[in-house]
């Protein structure tokens, strides 16, 4: 059987020793090469073609965010986040680097884990990331030569979707993908989209703290996490994310945190964000499923779209992982299956009646 190739990026000679140690006693992985720096790791990539790419984000040289970008746009790989969480500038370029394609994030090991748990974690990630097709990303090629993104061939805009006079809230699920997508979602809604937007993103609990904040600055809503009690109609116009590790839940038009136990080994879960949105909303929601892997909130948009809501599943060719959306398709959950450039007008034309009425 063919093994999984990987080029190992990281700076610190005895994390990189302890990394390919780890890869090279698995018999279905290949250590194919070894970077200490982001531009080393470019030129590596570029000559070995491996099938994953460990990356670390505090490099010399070359960072491993402007590695990644480079990466994604012109030899696109899947790529691992593997990088510490301990200061928040490191958590922002983790994010942007997600938001530039790569996969996934993993954080380094402490020390302190029980004996092989971080290192039987880190070999079933590069398995899981090397099954994921990645796709060209025109971000890195822009700089400067001042060279402009190819334009995106565009197809013909979705059928007009029916206003829902009634709606009150949007929810959003996601998972592998999720942030980039999020970034792509929020900048399709303006300023005059007053709906309250509650999300459950996807995300090691050791990268979360700041994700909330990161998407604040880098779009024009307001984002932050949930508070125990906050009502739900004091949201408008806002984005609240489930807190990492409790699930958020909306009950008497409340937010609620919970330690229930986790859903799909999810926690904070979609389903239950979901179908405590269609018990208290019924056809005032709309909601919608973003990629990922899994099948969390597949079960959860189906219960929404029963009680009447809005609902809409991401497309295979725009997801980075057709997990999530797809099991929702195939429940029949998704009134939408849309490409992701299309949800946020579509969530718009949703929600309008409603804005008009109370502009």
Known sequence: MTRIRVLV??????????????LGADADLEVVG???????????????????????????????????EYIMAHCPTPILVVSASTNRGELFRTYEALAAGAVDVLEKPRGDEPDGSWERNFVATIKLVARIRVITHPRGRLGAMGMAAPAAPRLPPPAPVRPHPGCQVVAIGASTGGPAALVVLLRALPAAFKLPVLVVQHIAEAFAASLAEWLDGVTARRVFYAREGDPVSSMAGRLVMAPPGRHMVVRDRRLHLTDGPERHSCKPS????????????????????????????????????????????????????????????????????????????????VGLSDQERGA
């Open 9 to 22: 990026v990281e700076d610190s000679r005895t994390v990189r020793a302890h990394l390919c140690q780890v």
């Open 34 to 68: 070894e970077a200490e720096d982001g531009r080393r790791a470019i030129e590596l990539c570029q000559k070995l073609r491996p099938d994953v790419v460990t990356m670390d984000m505090m490099l010399p040289v070359m960072t491993g965010l402007s590695a990644t």
């Open 270 to 349: 979609v389903d239950v964000l979901f179908e405590s949105v269609a018990g208290e909303y019924g056809a005032g929601a709309a909601a919608c499923l973003l990629t990922g892997m899994g099948r969390d909130g597949a079960a959860g948009l189906l219960a929404i779209r029963r009680a009447g809501g809005f609902t809409v599943a991401q497309d295979e060719e725009s997801s980075v992982v057709y997990g999530m959306p797809r099991e929702a398709a195939l429940l029949g959950a998704a009134d939408r299956v849309l490409g992701l450039d299309d949800i946020g007008p579509v969530l718009l034309s």
